[in-house]
Structures are given as C-alpha cells and as structure tokens.
C-alpha cells in the first residue's frame, strides 16, 4: 500500500508503443497532508539553523563578494558535474583567467550556468524583472542551453513531445512523465504554488517543488540544472539565505542514486516525508560544511595577509593584488596589469612578491605566457568537487538513470 497517491496514470502511444505516462497531483501533498512533526520536524529546525548559521558567516567576513564569487562558481561546477559534464572547479577559474579562452563544450555548459543564474537572481532582484515564474525559468534555461550541446533541445521552450527518463525507449525507461499537452495545465498549477498562501515551511515547499519539477520534467534537456537552479532562487525569494552560497549539488551528487530514488518513490509510493527527510538533511549537511568551509578559506587568506604585511619587500601593489586574488586566484602579467592598473614592470614585481612568500606558484612552467595561481586557496575551494571524488559515506556512482 503506497502512503498516499500522488497522480495518476496516463495511456500514451510513443513510437508505436504503448506507454503509462504519469501525471503528478498539484501540490501540496493531499491525504494525508504532509504532517511536519517529531523527526522531520528536528530535521527542519537543524536545517533552519544551519541556514542561519551560514547567513552570519558570510555576513562576518569583510568581502561577502569573494565568497559568493567562490561558492556560486563551486555549485556550477557541480551541478554540471551531474550531467557528466567533465569540468572541474580549477578548469573554470583557469578559464576565467585567461585572455582569449579557448572554446570549450564542457567549460562552456558551467559558464552557461553561470550566466543562467546570474540573470534570474538579477531579474527577482530588479524592481520590473520578472517574478519566480515559468516565465523566468524558461529564459533561464535558454541561456543554460546556449551552444553546442543545447541548441537542439529546444532552448527556453517547454517541450511539445513526449520524454522518458533512463533507458533506450520509452517502453523500457525508469519514468515516463506527464504528456506534453498536460504540461500548460501542470505548469501552471506549479507557479500558482510558488506564490499560494500556504502553511508547510518555506524549506520544505522548496524541497516539494524540486521534485515536482522533476516529476514534471518540462523540458527536452537541463530538468535537472534548472531544478537545482530553482532550490537556489527558492531559498532566496524566501529569504532562508541572503547570499547564494549553498552548494546543494554536491549532496545530489554524493547521494546520487538515493536522490533518484527518492524521487522514484514520491511518485511510486508518495513518499513526501522520506523525500523531505532527504533534502532537510542535504540543506543542513552543506550548510554547515559550507560554513566550515568559509572559515577555513578565510583564515587561509587571513594568515597569508598577515604574513605578507610583515615581508620587507611587500609593496602597496603586492598588497593590492593579493586583495584581488580570492576573486581572481589565477592571474597573468597582463591580467595583474588590469587587475592594480599598474605597468608591466611593477604588475611583474608584485606577482614574484607573491611567488617568494609562497602565495602564489607558477602553473605552466614556461618561460613566456606563465601563469600564476593562489593554489592553497584553489585546494581549499575544490573540496569535492573532483570529478570522481565522492565523500566516504557516499552512495557508489550509477549511470542507470537520467
Ligand atoms: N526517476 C526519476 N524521477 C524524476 N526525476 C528524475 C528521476 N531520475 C532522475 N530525475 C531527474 O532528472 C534529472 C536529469 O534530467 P535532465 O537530463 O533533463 O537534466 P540535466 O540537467 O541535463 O541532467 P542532470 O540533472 O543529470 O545534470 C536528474 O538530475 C534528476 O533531477
Ligand atoms: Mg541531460
């Protein structure tokens, strides 16, 4: 006996064959209602918590900026990752840096990414942009999709076709979600959530309408970057954390075979609670890693300052480009030269500055063209974000589904 429905089957013919689509009941989750009590009501509290205690850390430090900079590029990096996209955190920063990057499919889906967020928190943050919306979401995805891989998955449109997710068709596939013409009705019902007066916790609507987004899988590709996505605009249209800097998709990524399957069993056994269980744990768990991961970075460059301000031969332009390194951890003469707004001479001086205290190292052993970057920094910002480092406890990698 599932705990409660939470849809309904529907007939549809995909390639000749006969397949049950589901349909997903409109939120919230009905009979029962989703009860938050005894334990996933202690889950709530500690990830509530934990959200708080992340919001003071980055309010404590003097540059919030360099940690959003920081943190936001750690989730894109990670949230690409899931894809399988084969960019790693160090790839992107030494991206960044670079003068005329080369041109890349995988660095080109996180900075993809990048822009994706980027515009739809400039667009809740602008007074006439627009608001949480399908709308928004939807030019969200169309910059997500920009480019070589994206261009024929319909970028920025809801599909008009039917999809499967896992397996070779849609007659051996793992879920098969609502058909195309059911997605207005569906989609709307979603938005009209987004903004319903409701009494369920903010945190937990967040979770709920992750998986409604996922169960409604209303596009040809990127469901899940902009389901992810979505939690980060949620958590800040509802004020539950000031600043981006909750990188939820390393715990997607360490769990990665629970996460699918506690999404399976929302739709087979409406497992709400366990799903709820989940991602109040996630949120708590990267919360308070995200904040142990604050202070470490901002000691690591505290110390450094300290140690640089007591060498002889630091100058006020060693100072001011040491200042600039937590936004800018790789660094060339002529990105130094733009950075202090210095000549050649005094950019090149104050990078050795930096190399014989140890701050920064030379990366491409040239003689020409080199590069430099703050590479303790870099080691403390890459925790899990490896390509196949999984954490200890972590769920072993599968590619069935998705
Ligand atoms: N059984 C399932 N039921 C509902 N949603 C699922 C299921 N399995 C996976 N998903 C969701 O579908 C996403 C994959 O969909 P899609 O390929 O469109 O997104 P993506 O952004 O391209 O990929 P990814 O999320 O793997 O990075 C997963 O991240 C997950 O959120
Ligand atoms: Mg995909």
Redesign the pocket.
């Known amino acids: 006996m599932p705990m409660r429905k939470t849809g309904r089957y529907e007939s549809v013919i995909v390639g000749g064959e006969k397949v049950n689509a589901f349909v997903p009941f409109d939120l919230p989750p009905m009979r029962p209602a989703l009860a938050i009590e005894d334990k996933l009501e202690h889950r709530l509290r500690e990830a509530e918590q934990a959200l708080v205690r992340l919001d003071l850390a980055g309010e404590m430090v003097p540059s919030l900026d360099w940690f959003i900079y920081a943190f936001v590029r750690k989730e894109a990096v990670l949230?690409s990752q899931?894809?399988g996209t084969q960019a790693s955190l160090i790839d992107l920063l030494a991206f960044e840096a670079e003068e005329h990057p080369a041109a890349n499919a995988d660095i080109e889906e996180v900075t993809n990414y990048l822009d994706a967020l980027a515009y739809a928190r400039g667009q809740l943050a602008a007074k006439r942009g627009l608001p949480l919306s399908m709308r928004l979401l939807n030019e969200a995805h169309k910059r997500l999709m920009r480019g070589v891989r994206g261009s024929n998955k319909q970028p920025g449109e809801v599909r008009r076709s039917q999809n499967w997710?896992?397996g070779s068709r849609p007659g051996n596939a793992?879920?098969v979600p609502p058909p195309p013409d059911k997605l207005p009705e569906l989609l709307g019902a979603f938005e009209k959530y987004i903004h319903a007066d409701e009494k369920l916790p903010a945190l937990v609507r967040t979770g709920l309408l992750h998986v409604q987004f996922?169960?409604l899988?209303p596009?040809l590709?990127?469901?899940?970057?902009i389901?992810r996505l979505l939690i980060a605009l949620l958590l800040e249209h509802w004020r539950l954390l000031k600043a981006p800097l909750l990188y939820l998709s390393l715990f997607f990524k360490r769990h990665r075979e629970e996460y699918?399957r506690r999404?399976?069993r929302v739709?087979l056994e409406g497992d709400w609670e366990g799903w709820t269980d989940f991602f109040l744990d996630g949120i708590a768990t990267i919360a308070d890693e995200a904040v142990a991961s604050a202070r470490e970075l901002f000691n690591l460059v505290s110390a450094d300052r300290t140690r640089l301000l007591n060498t002889e031969s630091a100058s006020v332009s060693a100072i001011r480009l040491f200042e600039q390194l937590p936004r800018h951890p790789i660094v060339t003469v002529a990105s130094t030269m733009k950075l202090i707004d210095a000549s050649k001479p005094t950019a090149s001086r104050a990078i050795e500055t930096l190399t014989e205290v140890g701050i920064l190292t030379e990366t491409t052993g040239r003689k020409r063209d080199r590069s430099f970057a703050y590479r303790t920094y870099m080691e403390c910002l890459r925790v899990g974000t490896d390509l196949f480092d999984r954490s200890p406890a972590g769920d072993q990698a599968s590619n069935s589904?998705?």
Not at 221 to 225: A, E, S, T, V
């Open positions: 949230s899931i894809e997710i896992g793992a879920y996922e169960t899988h596009y590709d990127g469901n899940g970057r389901g699918y999404l399976n739709r589904i998705g």
